[in-house]
């Protein structure tokens, strides 16, 4: 089964920075859109956002809209997403996650969507 390899979490202080990475050995992620979902503690998985394969077009939850960035590096076989001016709500385990699809949107970016999903990254942002 294929497994994302997602890092970069550590603990950071309210307004710092972080970049998480996400890559897939032995699988193309290019055909695939591909994303983050974060489960805050005793809370359930609720995606943070998504890029598309084919266009680049992104999508982000509301609550990290300006603050947070998603990118990929098709060639580094990588995705990014950059996070500025953390608050501590944004504490939690970060998931990569694509589904078998280029696409992907506000509605189809769920959890019941995905195929392919990392192991998690633990983001702490406290003072």
């Known amino acids: 089964q294929v497994q994302l390899v997602d890092s970069g979490g550590t603990l950071v202080q309210p307004g710092g920075s972080l970049r998480l990475s996400c890559t897939a050995p032995g699988v193309n992620l290019r055909q695939y859109a591909i994303g983050w979902f974060r489960q805050a503690p005793g809370k359930g998985r609720e995606p943070v956002s998504c890029?598309?394969?084919?266009?680049?077009?992104?999508y982000y939850v509301e609550s990290v809209k300006g603050r947070f960035t998603i990118s990929r590096d098709d060639v580094e076989n990588t995705a990014y997403l950059q996070m500025d001016n953390l608050k501590l709500e944004d504490t939690g385990i970060y998931y990569c996650?694509?589904?078998?699809?280029?696409?992907?949107?506000?509605?189809?970016?769920?959890?019941?969507?995905?195929?392919?999903w990392g192991n998690g990254t633990l983001v702490t942002v406290s003072s």
């Open positions: 996650a694509a589904p078998l699809s280029p696409y992907c949107s506000a509605s189809t970016f769920v959890y019941s969507g995905m195929d392919y």
């Open positions: 890029i598309r394969s084919t266009d680049l077009v992104t």
